[in-house]
């Protein structure tokens, strides 16, 4: 049986595990052997500024073919790099042709959101399940999430003015198995009807948009939306009921304690929880503060990690009344930041005092 006579598949099996100069070789030297090795080539692709190799665009956007054999495409583009008109012309062009994406990273300029338009050819990205962008959030992200019924992970770097927020609006329909959100928090309310599980949040989180987060509030409603999807149609009510936020990171300018009490109540399920805080202290916070919130953490059963700007805490089993450690419960201890015991005998005394090797060490646990 001639080697060319083999089946697509088994001439893919076999050419998947040749270095990339091999394959190119066989693309060139057999017809046969082109479509196999074409789908290997182009089944990955990541280009750069970095790497010089921003043109391979050109070459996807005049071969339709290719640009269709692409699963997971990335483009990192640098702002000093000179791109023209025409190059996101291209991208656009290659996208609409890279329907059986499964993961797409675009790090381009903010203002380029237009290459995620549908234009004159209806595109949808049934596979697609991770889109991560540094586009500007608006119509036309929109209209491009409305094509990806299947994403899971959805990453988004630019914040996002409250005008705009307001402006904009996620038809309830869009993006129905989301689990994983990195990006402004902000856009919360607009994605708050979805399964999701892990949440990333980047600017403040305020202490309204706390309510976003509760598996209740996030019942799916019906939302006949702002934005039309011009490229398909989404059935009504198809979204996944929401569940627990599992894991969450988020930044706010409110009291910390204040804010992760909201974030127990809201989400009683959290396995994971990073605060940072910008919030203006006058005064070093005392004892009853970190106590506030060791308390608030003993009511989320199921957290095992926990961060509070930079410093993490550490859980152990609680003591009983008895003395025997309760496996089943757990405390919260902070990090050493305020010394327990100090020599007040140094404090009163201002005159140089020669510490001995027991005065030299304070008890910086409680």
Not at 31 to 44: G, K, N, Q, V
Not at 234 to 263: F, K, N, W
Not at 308 to 337: A, F, N, Q, Y
Request: glycine letters at 2%.
């Amino acid at each position: 049986m001639s080697f060319t006579a083999l089946p697509p598949e088994l001439l893919d099996d076999i050419f998947h595990s040749l270095p990339t100069s091999s394959l190119l070789a066989l693309a060139t030297t057999c017809s046969s052997f082109t479509p196999s090795a074409d789908r290997i080539l182009y089944r990955h692709i990541a280009l750069s500024s970095h790497t010089h190799n921003l043109n391979a665009v050109h070459t996807l956007a005049s071969h339709p073919a290719l640009s269709s054999l692409v699963r997971t495409f990335t483009l990192d583009v640098d702002d000093a790099d000179p791109t023209t008109a025409d190059f996101y012309v291209a991208l656009q062009r290659a996208l609409r042709h890279m329907e059986g994406l499964t993961s797409l990273e675009l790090n381009v300029g903010i203002n380029e959101s237009w290459v995620l338009k549908c234009g004159d050819r209806e595109s949808a990205y049934p596979s697609l399940q991770h889109f991560s962008t540094s586009v500007i959030f608006d119509v036309n992200t929109i209209s491009f999430l409305l094509r990806t019924p299947s994403l899971l992970s959805l990453q988004l770097s630019s914040s996002v003015s409250p005008s705009d927020v307001a402006a904009l609006e996620i038809p309830t329909e869009a993006i129905p198995e989301l689990e994983s959100y990195t990006g402004p928090a902000s856009l919360l309310r607009h994605l708050s009807p979805r399964p999701l599980t892990t949440l990333l949040l980047s600017d403040d989180l305020a202490i309204d948009d706390v309510q976003y987060l509760s598996s209740a509030a996030r019942a799916p409603s019906s939302s006949a939306g702002t934005v039309a999807s011009c490229c398909m149609t989404i059935p009504d009510g198809c979204a996944r009921p929401p569940t627990d936020v599992q894991v969450l990171s988020a930044i706010t300018s409110a009291s910390p304690a204040v804010m992760i009490e909201a974030l127990a109540e809201a989400c009683p399920h959290l396995t994971c929880l990073r605060v940072m805080t910008t919030c203006a202290f006058w005064e070093a916070p005392d004892l009853s503060f970190y106590n506030r919130i060791a308390q608030t953490l003993s009511t989320l059963p199921s957290l095992t990690a926990f961060e509070l700007s930079g410093m993490h805490w550490e859980s152990r089993p609680k003591s009983s009344v008895t003395g025997i450690l309760d496996v089943s419960e757990k405390e919260w201890v902070s990090p050493p930041v305020t010394p327990r015991v100090v020599d007040v005998e140094f404090q009163e005394n201002q005159r140089e005092h020669e510490f001995s090797v027991n005065e030299a060490f304070l008890d910086w646990s409680y």
